[in-house]
């Protein structure tokens, strides 16, 4: 609160509010709906708002109507009169008629997991790509929400809160004065947007294209959001990302060029920080960011192992992997905040040693390198451990790489450079007709080398 010429100026309440989980008895979840609600608190807390409570169901199936059963549904039209919350948030995605009967029967907003997501990459969102992609998702959400939406939306929002306005979570991001239009409107909108974006994806496969002109193998670092890839960049190469606790603190693509112990270079390109229940509209809009991964020789998947969850967390982004089609892909995982485990010193090396009396954080450390050997124990904050995982990235790109014998021209040294930086030169021959070598080069330069082949 300030005071200037005798008059009050009070800061605007942060929103509050109220979580619900559900759990479904009949279907299989990997996480416990606990962990999951802690996770929705954290995400609510990342977009600004107060948490001011919370309840679990568990439930055979979701109510039809509500999501939850009609007793939850007054117990907390209770909570709201003590409690004084603005704001419902299911950790599920609701249907258009279970959020409108909901606020109906609560008399406040409800909005669900994927609402309080998109609301996040609005607001971190910096590069036209990006806003591009999240602006995309969260039309293709409301639009068929729009006759309910903007009844409470106009009342809410006092007329629109536009980018970086003041709607309140679930309102940030396209301008809402647009959104009042009708239907055909908000469609014309989307497949602007949408041939945008189109523009942006032809721009990236030209640069993708040069990518592989150059034969630089590329590595792209996936992982759970808050698992430290900004922090890992940084470490590698000095990137100066922006590095914060928080569940998406960073939501751009960042690419850079780092040498390998032996000299080869490759790519490091930081991808958007996954999530379970991520919204399907997100992994649609950012298609194009995400094609990335499915063009990277490498995945360098980071986990948090000093996260309860870092199982459920690493299987998470599995199951996102596999929907975009790089499950498969060749993959090096690093075990990151092991400095917070006490293990600094046996962890300098690649050799870890741990005690068998270790606490829970060190028996998780045990149990994924045991179950998953291609895994480098490292602190991306302290630095430990970095050249381990650079050499076991050096070592599984150099077990992908393809074989050829080729005869370059005197006159094309570049190529021969090329070979020798990003390849494995095992023989060189210089004869009449030019350069003759044996070696493995990465897959992606095959393509360019075909006319050299002997």
Known sequence: MSVNNNMIYTEPRAEHAFLVGVELKRRHNLWRVEDSLAELAQLAQ???????????????SPN??????KGKVEEIELEKRELDFDVVIFDDELSPAQQRNLENALGIKVIDRTVLILDIFAQHAHTREGRLQVELAQYQYRLPRLTRLWTHLARQAGGGAGRGGTGGVGLRGPGETQLESDRREIMRIIARLKRELEDVRTHRDLYRQQRKRAGIPVVAIVGYTNAGKSTLLNALTDADVLVEDKLFATLDPTTRRVVLPE??????????????KLPTQL??????????????????????????????????????????????KPTVIALNKIDRLGLVEQATSYGLRISPAGGPGEARLRDFACAHPDSVPISAEKGIGILALLAKVEEKLAASLARIRVRIPYQNGDVVARIHQQGIVEREEHTAEGTVIEGRVPRRMVAGLREYVH
């Open 64 to 69: 039809p109507a509500t999501y939850i059963g």
């Open 283 to 328: 992994i649609a809009a950012f298609r194009a960011t995400l094609e990335e991964i499915n063009e990277a020789d490498l995945l360098l998947h980071i986990v948090d192992i000093t996260n309860p969850n870092a199982g459920e967390q690493w299987q998470s982004v599995q199951d996102i992997l596999a929907e975009l089609d790089a499950a498969d």
């Open 263 to 276: 000299g080869k270079e490759v790519l490091f390109t930081d991808t958007v920080g996954f999530i379970q």
């Open 46 to 60: 990342t977009a600004g708002v107060v948490v001011a409570g919370q309840t679990i169901q568990r439930l055979d």
